[in-house]
């Protein structure tokens, strides 16, 4: 059709597209590579180079100097959901032992009226994070942490393995039919809560998450209190204190009265 | 002059009766995930039942419409015999034989993978050998379509290829090359797995080799739309095409465009640079550019063929246009989704919008407006007009073809638009179950229960079109003359040869396919950590 030949840079045709083509590449390059990256501050560029080599997604080994360090004690305990599920007997009787030490107030049963925690039936991997968090100052009180201090990594798993082993027993506000509130069926996605249920069983249960049934609705409260306030604050990447925070304090009663009534 | 009539008759029957089987699949999928079912079904069923529907109406149902327009076009605007029937032929048992091949897994449940393969996830070798065989016997069609043009040239060297025949070709150069992505994809990562060879997959490579087929297909699927538009709707109104080098200009920018832009499916995902899904993005935006020209050539066409039939006033002579006519009604109804579904489409190329729907029904909803809308509606348009001359019998149930068209319309405004919002809400997609007691999700329980009604809309509509070409082929006979495609306003009598031929395209989209995929790929390939191992489906457990 035409007498010029279409690969040639005289022909306006050849020269107009590939000219447009190429030049929107590049600026598409330049903004995308260039550009774009350096004006995020919160990547901490150094350079052209570096920029160009971020955007365009080369791996790079993220720094280890600049983690932000606690002001505070966090807890060192790795949470494996087959943790302490499988308990000895001769771990369970050493437990039962140190557990003399223990009974003025979690009761010579594990359970008690004192408003401390019951621990008869609570999971093994739960009672040894605790204890282990006391002893690292990851979570303070002034009657646990001495005790805690003393006792070695045996001794704590000992422990645990022993009131996992003892019987969960009821208390004495025992009502099955309490109807559950709304925060432990559902949750509050609109508040980023999920349901209570969904770690604390009910619906599933997650590791290091404490069997509610039959404590102390005063111990309930105090600890969501305390994880809301920031006063406590073992709990692994801020799970409790999150939800917490956003709970209201009518809501705070309701789960620990909730919880206290079931078995 | 369609000589190969029985060729061309055999990719629509096969292609329409794909369509009605995943249709009914589609509008049972809609109804058991929408709180109009109790929940008392295995969900494999619905994971088997996507996956066939999407793998039927994403690859058989399109390829075989486009392979067989494809074929019409050939004859009809070159006024010749197909070069290579026997090939073509090869090429539809080809795609026939890969259909069933592929459905077998996936009906007894052991490649439930959804028509996008996901891998990790791995099904049946022989679904994805049904795959690779649909692609095959479509590159045929490829192929074919380029060596007649490449003959008829060489016989009329003063002659400008009919722009039917070079939209076509530029449809099937864009297929070509958009089908590598998925065909590396299987061919060098997916089947060694699936086959035992390996038993892990770099599942990030696999995604951008996939989005390197997942967004230009789309615009292999609306190909034989536009060149309806073009080429047949104008002179089914009674009118002339406003511009036939707009309309050329619209196919070279799909051919060199449509397809270094795939990453902005992959906006969420942390394989790809941030940088290259910005250059994707810049481009996806350039596409709507041929859009934006097809809507202007259309809507001025339309202007051409009401003015003389006697419309006036700015805008009087819209209502003076055939609206009796199905090609019309399905032309307007096209637009009118292509426009609300081309809106939807901005958002998602949008990197920072696309983060509040990606991966939602909104993107579902999106999809199905346009190629079940705008696209498919086209297609029924196709097979309206070219039916007659197939068959050598009249169609003469406008009234029932004008329902058809507008119940398929409704359907997918009341399927996709409910779709659309869910998506905002949040709601995800592919799940087979979402507990509507939920009070988060006790809100998009009325919105999905509206869209289950649309999908049965469309169900209706889609029984009426082939109640109407079943009947079409009982009809009495009737001579319908040659098959002929619009005439411009000014017919061109030399045109550049840039306009006239694919060499600079061609090399244009390769070489935008290497500088937006290159890196990406290369790096992807040279990384040995990025392996994950591979998910079986349907494997005991």
């Known amino acids: 059709m035409s007498d010029q030949p279409l690969f040639s840079p005289r022909n306006p045709w050849f020269s107009a597209s590939v000219g447009v083509t190429a030049a929107i590449a590049v600026l598409a390059a330049i903004a995308g590579l260039i550009w774009l990256p350096l004006a995020q501050p919160d990547l901490k560029l150094s350079g052209i180079w570096d920029a160009i080599c971020s955007a365009a997604g080369v791996p790079r080994v993220s720094s280890q100097g600049n983690a932000i360090q606690s002001d505070f004690k966090t807890s060192n305990v790795v949470m494996t959901s087959e943790m302490l599920t499988k308990p000895n007997q001769v771990s369970i009787g050493r437990g039962a032992t140190l557990a003399q030490r223990c009974a003025i107030c979690h009761g010579p049963q594990g359970v008690s009226d004192a408003n401390s925690p019951n621990l008869a039936g609570q999971y093994a991997a739960v009672t040894y994070k605790e204890l282990n968090d006391f002893k690292t100052g990851a979570r303070v009180n002034v009657v646990m942490s001495p005790f805690a201090a003393t006792m070695s990594n045996q001794d704590m798993l000992d422990v645990a393995a022993y009131y996992s082993y003892l019987p969960r027993v009821p208390s004495g506000n025992l009502d099955p039919k309490l109807a559950a509130p709304q925060i432990v069926t559902t949750g509050a996605p609109m508040r980023n809560i999920a349901p209570c249920g969904s770690c604390h069983g009910d619906i599933d249960n997650k590791a290091g998450s404490p069997w509610l049934g039959g404590q102390s609705a005063v111990y309930i409260k105090a600890q969501l209190q305390a994880f809301a306030a920031g006063t406590r604050r073992n709990d692994i990447s801020q799970q409790m204190r999150n939800i917490a925070r956003q709970m209201t304090a009518e809501e705070i009663d309701q789960v620990a009265r909730y919880y206290e009534a079931q078995p | ?541």
């Open chain 2, 1 to 541: 002059m369609l000589i190969n009539k029985r060729l061309i008759s055999a990719h629509f029957w096969l292609a329409f009766i794909v369509f009605g089987v995943a249709l009914v699949l589609g509008a049972w999928q809609m109804f058991v995930r929408s709180p109009l079912n109790a929940w008392h079904f295995n969900p494999e069923f619905y994971y088997r039942s996507v996956t066939a529907h999407g793998s039927a109406m994403g690859y058989v149902f399109p390829t075989l419409v486009a392979m067989g327009f494809g074929y019409a076009i050939t004859e009809s605007a070159l006024e010749k015999p197909l070069v290579g029937r026997r090939w073509a032929w090869a090429g539809f048992f080809l795609v026939a034989v890969g259909a069933v091949v592929a459905m077998i897994p996936v009906s007894v449940g052991l490649a439930s993978v959804l028509y996008t393969f996901y891998p990790p996830m791995i099904g049946n070798p022989f679904y994805y050998i049904g795959v690779v065989m649909v692609v095959v016997g479509s590159w045929i069609w490829v192929a074919l379509m380029s060596i007649n043009m490449a003959i008829w040239k060489r016989e009329n060297p003063d002659k400008p290829v009919p722009l039917a025949m070079f939209a076509n070709v530029a449809g099937s150069y864009l297929w070509g090359w958009t089908a590598v992505g998925a065909a590396l994809e299987i061919i060098f990562q997916i089947l060694p797995v699936a086959l035992g060879l390996k038993s892990t997959i770099d599942a990030g490579l696999a995604r951008v080799f996939f989005s390197w087929t997942l967004h230009a297909i789309v615009y292999f699927w609306l190909m034989p739309t536009y060149i309806a538009y073009y080429t047949i709707f104008p002179r089914a109104i009674g009118g002339r095409l406003y511009s036939d080098a707009m309309a050329r200009i619209s196919f070279i920018l799909f051919v060199v465009v449509a397809m270094p832009i795939g990453v902005h499916h992959l906006f969420a995902d942390p394989q790809v640079g941030a940088g290259f899904k910005f250059m994707h993005s810049v481009f996806t935006g350039l596409v709507a550019l041929p859009t934006l020209l097809t809507v202007f050539t259309i809507c001025a066409s339309a202007e051409i063929a009401s003015r003389l039939r006697g419309g006036r006033g700015a805008f009087g002579w819209v209502r003076a246009l055939p609206w009796q006519n199905p090609i019309m009604l399905a032309t307007a109804l096209s637009l009118v989704m292509l426009g609300f579904g081309g809106a939807g489409g901005l958002i998602n190329m949008s990197y920072q919008l696309d983060a509040s729907v990606h991966n939602t029904q909104w993107i579902t909803g999106h999809f199905h407006l346009i190629f079940g809308g705008a696209i498919v509606i086209m297609y029924f348009a196709i097979a309206y007009d070219l039916w007659p001359h197939l068959t050598g019998r009249a169609l003469e149930s406008f009234g029932l073809m004008r329902a058809q068209l507008w119940l398929w319309f409704i359907g997918m405004i009341v399927t996709t638009f409910p779709w659309h919002y869910v998506g905002i809400l949040g709601m995800p997609r592919r799940m087979a179950f979402y507990d509507y007691a939920n009070p988060a999700i006790s809100p998009q329980a009325f919105s999905v229960a509206m869209s289950a009604v649309g999908g049965f809309i469309l169900l209706i509509s889609g029984v009426l079109f082939l109640i109407v070409l079943v009947r079409g082929q009982w009809a009495a006979s009737s001579e319908a003359g040659a098959y002929r495609f619009s005439v411009p306003l000014h017919m061109p009598a030399r045109i550049p040869a840039a306009m006239n031929s694919f060499g600079l395209w061609l090399a244009l989209m390769i070489g935008l396919t290497v500088v937006n995929y290159g890196y990406p790929i290369a790096q992807l390939m040279v990384l040995k950590e990025t392996n994950v191992p591979a998910v079986y489906v349907g494997a005991s457990r």
